[in-house]
């Protein structure tokens, strides 16, 4: 299934808003170690899958990347990256992440923050990554984790006063489609758990070289106090791995 809710202007209006919308990567929880996990972008080609407002592929040029393609399935996410990419050099393209095919072996990095759990088939997409890695290339990507996405809820059990009582599992096992909430709309995501999530990168011919379950760093929680829950429970998995 091919979502496209960021092409809806309400929820678009709504996405504009976060943190990591106005203030980039900086305010991203996570990026304090995603950006660890890149190889060195000098001379590199990057793609970027879901790419947003453009500010993974402008972090890669900065860092001196060669070439950077960006790819995202919204045409409003692909017109707010062109204007801030500025004078940048960046190729963006609108398209869905299922239907990329590009050349064999042209990226030596492959990246993607926050999208793979909307997609359904990720086993196949895997694959195209492969196929358009270089040898030795790299793959970087987060994704929700399997604890945050198991419940379609995807919220705190509280008590009467609105107070956070705990984080609930729930039907974890259950692999599928989650018909949830986020910004105020429906939205679908893809459930899995961490076993497949490896075991289908391991299927496709990937060495697994890091894992991490980032908490935010002390200096996002000083800025964004109210993100001092995301210490209580994993809310996303970042993986690097190399193309054998």
């Known amino acids: 299934m091919k979502q496209n809710k960021y092409d ?16 980039g990567l900086n305010a991203a929880g996570e990026w304090y170690v995603l950006h660890k996990m890149l190889p060195d972008l000098t001379g ?3 793609l970027d899958l879901g790419c947003g407002y453009g500010w993974h592929c402008i972090y890669a040029k900065e860092q001196g990347a060669k070439r950077v393609v960006g790819v995202d399935l919204s045409q409003k996410m692909i017109e707010k990256a062109k204007e801030k990419s500025g004078e940048y050099s960046i190729e963006y393209k609108q398209m869905p992440i299922e239907d ?9 990095v492959v990246f993607s923050s926050l999208a793979f759990h909307y997609i359904q088939d990720l086993k196949t997409v895997f694959h195209k990554i492969h196929a358009c890695l270089k040898k030795g290339g790299q793959l970087v990507f987060s994704i929700e984790h399997p604890v945050f996405t198991a419940r379609a809820e995807q919220d705190w059990y509280v008590e009467a006063s609105g107070n956070r009582l705990h984080w609930p599992l729930d039907h974890y096992q259950t692999e599928g489609e ?4 986020f910004l105020g709309h429906q939205v679908i995501k893809y459930h899995r758990t961490l076993e497949t999530i490896i075991n289908t990168l391991i299927a496709s011919n990937f060495e697994i070289i890091q894992l991490s379950e980032p908490k935010p760093s002390q200096e996002v ?15 996303f998995l970042l993986v690097s791995a190399i193309k054998k």
Do not use: C, G, W
């Open 8 to 23: 809806d202007s309400a929820f678009f209006e709504r996405y504009s808003q976060m943190p990591r919308s106005i203030k």
């Open 44 to 46: 590199k080609n990057m």
């Open 100 to 108: 990329i095919d590009f050349v064999a072996e042209e990226f030596d």
């Open 178 to 181: 989650r018909h949830t909430r």
């Open 221 to 235: 929680l000083k800025e964004y106090p109210e993100m001092k829950d995301e210490m209580r429970r994993p809310i």
